[in-house]
Structure formats: structure tokens, C-alpha cells
């Protein structure tokens, strides 16, 4: 620690300065990270003031960031998303190139293609990967004396066993839209794994929701509702809410992204460690795992000079042995980390376990948002339709192909 | 009933005719500071998204694509759900402002027991947010645990998901938005009712008219200015619709109850700048194409009474 941090004071120059860091969201847990990272970069660095801000979540967020970076009055740094969203922000004109940063040489293969181009490394890693798939509750499959499925009619089949038991099988939670789409997003590791060019063929236009393997995600979500395997309440439901009966044993799956641990360690500390991860299961029976890149933290092309050494060191900071030990605390790690300084906690949540045996099997696929710019805004909708059996899955994922027209005609990619 | 109330004394309202023009004792360039916001603020912005709405847009940068975002506006699926729906909705809500908010003026016109106090609780929702409002029902029409429901339970009637249900989830934004905007339209109404002079219905009275026939007869012909103005602004208003739907249901579940403004909104969210402001462009015609004749229309009618 000693050692890192007298380096990174090396770098700041003696003149007292200010930056200014954008937070990766306004939710307690980011606004506390941010904070604990500044606080403790202050100190490292006395001479560099640190004042951190926050920001709103999801769309109203992407919005800010784009007018900000447009109207050249972003933050010294920022932490967003990787992947497409961060496409969306056109790095190579907007952001500063760390290609040439120390830590830049210990990010995985996976991270440096989610947080860069051809042509740069815009951003490092913050906080941990996580995976999309199904939460359980290791509880109540203990008690019913399940098995984790590998086949998706071993899952269905494992759920009217929850249902005859009386409990929750899966939970849906519209109340939430976003939640509605996890069992497609999720499922394209095993949609990868059977077309390993799917993506590519997707966005040239020659690859549709419609017809298998992607067709999947969206048949799941139907039979879910077909065969009434959720909460009643399911079209109000909350994922706050959700959470609580997944860790307190009142159902038993939820399709979901693992990152959400950190909202049962703030509800249900003592339950925690009662959700286990197992990846969406797959016709073939040989599921993989879809991972999600970590965060990013940026520099804007606005920062220079003085400010942009100091924004340098703060950036290089987070993933330091300290920024490692609060990214550690902070209760965000909820899988394997983007860059080999950091290591996951002996005391990591026990579906982090669950997700490294996936990642040690090599059982692991990118999401779609990782390796193609296409995302209709819609989907959310569509499959809220699809799950509460306003349209077939067939009728949806027409729905859908149509949808993703706009997007991929608004970036101008060839061939639509 | 014969004896005589203070009736108000009100003139029968001034008849058009305008004075000859006098020029302004002001010099012209007293207005040039209003002109200044009026460019900046108005023309600039609605010339400028003329422009914006022929370009692919991502705020880095702009490409000129002609017509392209409003074919691509035209082809989005939802497109026409959401426009029927948006005629639905203006045609439910502002038809449903015209007949409470003319029953309500009539009632707090008349001399009713604590009719200040009744005038106050139906302007009261006018004054409050619109997403709090939308936040607010949001939470007292959860279908399992809001406080109707429960009501409704204890009553052993049905409880229907009001938000959640495909069926009913359009007509519900529309009832919250009758609740709060239905003041405005007591208040036009009921400034309209108070103009008419007194002696109309001391005249109405003395000829034996039934209360009813004084409202068929006098108080609807004669308040028809405030009518008017009801049943444009609201079904501008029901056109436009957006932050209630917005904060009640985001225009779900699934598509359900998803207007033209919403559609709109949900493409600047996703990030496509340009095609959302060609939608901007196609409401602000539609508006304009409904509003302008129904407007001269019923001026002109107005004109021959």
C-alpha cells in the first residue's frame, strides 16, 4: 500500500488541485464507494481535492452524461457503464486514451474490448463483474431436496415442486420493468454457445429474435406465465421486494443480475449467503453463464493539464491495494473482478462461489451489450407483454426484431 | 322563491365593438426585451428541432437524412396503438372535464352549505405536482397493497390490478387525471355561470322555468365562451398528455397505455435525439391540424348565437 501510494503521489504534481468525480449513480452503495474512494485518495494525495457528485441511474443518466461530454463540462472522471453504452458515447473522440496507464497491462481480455476500441482503453475497471442467470435459494432447495438443473424442463419440474410446496416457484417483479428481461439477456451465453457468431450475424441483420436459439428467452418467459409458476402480484411486484421473499425463503428463484446482492446485504444481511447463482438453464443441458463487464471509470477529453495528472492518479488509485480493500468493503463484489490487483474476499457473498465455479469450467459467455451495439429500447415492454400473456412469445419476439430497427438505423450500421 | 334575493347586478356584456385604434404611448422598443425571450427561448428552439428532427442525432454530431426519422417514426410498431390510445385518452378526459366541471360550477354557483370550503377541495388537486399526484395513486391503487383495494377487499367486491391490468390501466390514468385537472374546469365554468346577469333568471323564474330548463336554456347557451375554452385546452391537454401516464404507468403494463408523448419520450431516452424530435414534430402537427379548425369552428358558432 505504502508503495502504490507513494507512487501515485509521485505522479500528482506539488500545486494544489481540484477534481471533480462523477459517481456511477445516486443509489446509497455508489454514492458511499465514491465517497470512500475520495476520502481516502485525499489522503494519499494531499495536495489533490477531491469533491464527488452523483448522478440519477438507468436512461436519465445516459442523457446527462452524453449532454455533459457534448457541452464539454463532464467531470474529471466519471464511472459508467462499459460495453455498448459506452460505444454510445464515442470514445475515440471524446475520451482520454489509458492504453498506456500501469494497471492497464492487468485488465482481462474481456474488460479491455467492453471499456475500449481498435484504437483505445478508455476506462478501468470499478468494482467487480457480475453475472445475469437465476438466483435460488439454497434453503428451500435443501429443504425440497433439489437439485440445481442443468435442462430447462428440469427447471420447470424443480418449480412445481416449489408450487406443490406451497411457496413461490419464480419471481417476477413488473413493478420494476427492467427486471422483465433477464431470461432473455441471460440466456445469450447458451444462445452464443450453439451460434458462436450469432452476435456478429445480428448486427449485420441477418440474425432475428424470432427463430432459435435466441427464440428461447423469449419461450421461457411465456411458459413461466403459462403455467402460472410466479407471484400472483407479479405485475407490481418490486425487485426490492423480490429480493426480500428470494432471501427469506418465501420463493425460491429469480432470474436476475447478481450485482443485486449488494441491495440483500443492505435488507438482509443475514440471509445473504442463503442465495446461491446457478446460470440460465439451456435445451442442451450444458448451461453457461453470462457475464457483465464491470464499470468503467473515464477521463473527458475536457480534462487537461494539472487536473488531468491528478484525474490519472485518482483513476489508477481505485484499483490500488487500498481502492481493492474499499471496492472489498463496500459490498459491490458479486463476481470475479476485471483486473488481476484485485481479488475477491474469502468472505465474498456464496453465490460469488457459485459464479467462480462457471469461470474456472470456462462455462462463461459475454453479454449481448458486450459484443454487439444493438439494443432496442423496448424489450423491457415487449417482454412484460410476453410474461403476462398480453402476446405470444413468437408475437414479442417479432415485436422486438422490428424494435432494434431503430436502434441499429439511428447508429447507421450497414445493411438495415 | 318570489322574493327577490339580491340578484347581481351585472351588465349584459359589452357588445364587440373596439374603439378606434389608438397608437401605444409606449415606444415600440419597450417590447424588444420581451421579443429577445420570445426568439431565444421560442423561435430558436422550435426552428431548431424542425432541423434536428431531419438528422441522426447524437448530440456529438449531426447527419442530414432527410425525411428518414419520419418514415422510421411512421414504421414504429407501437405507433398506432399509441395514437388511438391518445384519442382515447384526450376524447375520455377533457369529454369528462366538460360534464363534472360544468356539474360541479353549477352546484358551487348555487347557494350551497359551505361552498367556500367545497370550492377549495375541488381547485386543491389543480395545485398539486403531477408526479406526485401520479406517485400518490401509484401507491393507493396497488392492487395488493394499496388502500382501495383493501377497501374494496373488506367490502368483498372485486379488486382489480388498476394499473396493472392491460384492460384498465389507460382508464385509470385517465380518472387521475379528471381528479386533477377537473378544478380548472369548474373554475372557467363557474366564471362563466357567475358573468350571466341575474336578471335572465329573475326573468326565467317569473315565466315558471324549472331549475332545469334555466340550465338547458339560459346557463348552457350563455356560458358557451367558457365551454369553448374548456374543450380546447383540455383536449390539448388530453393530446399532450405525458407526465401523469409517465408517473403512473410508464406507459405499461407492456404497451397498454403508451400515448404519442410517451413514445416520444421513450425514443429520447434510448438516445435517438433525432427520431424524437421528428415525433415532437408529428405531435405538434397533429395538435395543430385538430385544434385550429375545432377552434374556428366553434368561434364561429359562437358568433351566430
Known amino acids: 500500500m505504502t508503495l502504490s501510494s507513494a507512487h501515485v503521489t509521485a505522479t500528482v504534481a506539488a500545486n494544489p488541485v481540484t477534481i471533480s468525480v462523477l459517481a456511477g449513480g445516486n443509489d446509497p452503495a455508489k454514492t458511499k464507494f465514491a465517497t470512500a474512494l475520495a476520502t481516502a485518495f485525499m489522503k494519499a494525495n494531499p495536495s489533490v481535492t477531491v469533491k464527488v457528485e452523483t448522478r440519477p441511474g438507468g436512461t436519465e443518466g445516459d442523457n446527462l452524461i452524453k449532454t455533459r461530454l457534448a457541452t464539454r463540462s463532464m467531470n474529471d472522471v466519471f464511472i459508467y457503464n462499459s460495453g455498448s453504452l459506452l460505444q454510445a458515447l464515442q470514445p475515440d473522440n471524446q475520451l482520454v486514451d489509458q492504453s498506456g496507464q500501469p494497471w492497464a497491462k492487468r485488465v482481462t481480455p474481456e474488460f479491455r474490448q467492453a471499456a475500449g476500441t481498435a484504437r483505445g482503453l478508455y476506462g478501468a475497471p470499478v468494482s467487480s463483474s457480475f453475472y445475469g442467470g437465476i438466483m435460488y435459494n439454497k434453503k428451500v432447495y435443501a429443504k425440497l431436496g433439489l437439485r440445481v438443473p442443468k435442462t430447462w424442463n428440469e427447471f420447470i419440474s424443480n418449480n412445481q415442486k416449489v408450487k406443490a410446496a406451497g411457496l413461490t416457484p419464480v419471481l417476477v417483479s413488473y413493478g420494476d420493468t427492467w427486471t422483465s428481461q433477464l431470461l432473455v439477456l441471460a440466456d445469450f451465453a447458451n444462445v452464443s454457445r450453439q451460434a458462436p457468431d450469432w452476435a456478429a450475424k445480428y448486427t449485420a441483420n441477418q440474425a432475428k429474435y424470432v427463430n432459435p436459439p435466441a427464440l428461447a428467452g423469449f419461450t421461457h418467459t411465456a411458459e413461466i406465465y403459462s403455467k402460472q409458476l410466479m407471484n400472483k402480484d407479479y405485475a407490481s411486484l418490486t425487485f426490492v421486494n423480490a429480493l426480500k421473499a428470494l432471501a427469506t425463503g418465501q420463493a425460491a428463484h429469480y432470474p436476475m443480475l447478481t450485482v443485486v446482492i449488494g441491495n440483500v446485504m443492505q435488507s438482509n444481511p443475514a440471509q445473504v449467503n442463503d442465495i446461491g447463482y446457478f446460470a440460465v438453464p439451456s435445451d442442451s443441458g450444458t448451461p453457461r453463464a453470462t457475464v457483465w463487464e464491470a464499470d468503467a471509470a473515464y477521463i473527458p477529453k475536457s480534462t487537461t493539464g494539472e487536473k488531468l495528472k491528478a484525474a490519472e492518479a485518482f483513476v489508477a488509485f481505485i484499483n490500488s491495494r487500498t481502492g481493492c480493500d474499499i471496492q472489498n468493503s463496500s459490498g459491490t463484489v458479486a463476481g470475479p473482478y476485471s483486473i488481476s490487483t484485485c481479488k475477491v474476499p474469502a468472505n465474498a457473498p456464496a453465490l460469488v462461489k457459485d459464479e467462480l465455479k462457471y469461470q474456472a469450467s470456462k462455462q462463461t459467455g459475454l453479454a449481448l451489450e458486450y459484443v454487439s451495439p444493438i439494443k432496442g429500447p423496448n424489450l423491457e415492454k415487449i417482454l412484460i407483454q410476453v410474461g403476462s400473456g398480453i402476446s405470444t412469445a413468437q408475437v414479442g419476439a417479432g415485436l422486438y426484431d422490428q424494435d432494434v430497427v431503430q436502434q441499429a438505423q439511428q447508429l447507421g450500421l450497414p445493411g438495415w | ?305
Do not use: C
Open chain 2, 1 to 305: 322563491m318570489t322574493t327577490s334575493k339580491p340578484v347581481h347586478r351585472v351588465k349584459p356584456a359589452a357588445p364587440t365593438q373596439r374603439s378606434p385604434r389608438t397608437w401605444s404611448t409606449y415606444p415600440l422598443w419597450f417590447f424588444v426585451p420581451v421579443l429577445v425571450l420570445f426568439v431565444v427561448f421560442f423561435a430558436v428552439p422550435t426552428f431548431s428541432s424542425f432541423y434536428f428532427s431531419l438528422t441522426r442525432w447524437s448530440l456529438f454530431d449531426s447527419t442530414f437524412i432527410g425525411f428518414g426519422n419520419f418514415v422510421q417514426f411512421f414504421k414504429n410498431p407501437q405507433l398506432y396503438t399509441s395514437f388511438i390510445h391518445t384519442l382515447i385518452y384526450a376524447a375520455v378526459t377533457s369529454g369528462s372535464k366538460i360534464v363534472l366541471g360544468f356539474l360541479l360550477a353549477l352546484l358551487l354557483t348555487s347557494p350551497v352549505i359551505g361552498k367556500g370550503y367545497l370550492r377549495a377541495v375541488v381547485f386543491f388537486p389543480v395545485l398539486l405536482s403531477t408526479i406526485g399526484v401520479g406517485i400518490l395513486f401509484k401507491s393507493l391503487l396497488d392492487p395488493f397493497h394499496g388502500i382501495v383495494n383493501a377497501a374494496l377487499g373488506v367490502l368483498h367486491l372485486p379488486q382489480p390490478g388498476w394499473f396493472t391490468d392491460p384492460a384498465l390501466a389507460l382508464l385509470t390514468v385517465a380518472g387521475v387525471d379528471i381528479w386533477k385537472g377537473v378544478g380548472i374546469a369548474t373554475l372557467i365554468f363557474m366564471a362563466g355561470i357567475v358573468a350571466i346577469p341575474g336578471e335572465y333568471f329573475e326573468a326565467a323564474r317569473i315565466d315558471g322555468a324549472t331549475p332545469a330548463q334555466q340550465v338547458r336554456l339560459i346557463t348552457m347557451p350563455l356560458a358557451r365562451n367558457a365551454t369553448v375554452t374548456v374543450i380546447i385546452l383540455s383536449l390539448i391537454g388530453g393530446l399532450r398528455s405525458f407526465d401523469i401516464i409517465w408517473a403512473t404507468t410508464g406507459g405499461g403494463p407492456g404497451f397498454t397505455s403508451d400515448v404519442l408523448a410517451s413514445v416520444i419520450y421513450k425514443q429520447y431516452q434510448a438516445g435517438f435525439y433525432g427520431l424524437s424530435t421528428a415525433g415532437n414534430v408529428v405531435l405538434f402537427t397533429l395538435v395543430t391540424v385538430l385544434m385550429v379548425p375545432l377552434s374556428y369552428l366553434l368561434n364561429r358558432k359562437q358568433v351566430e348565437v
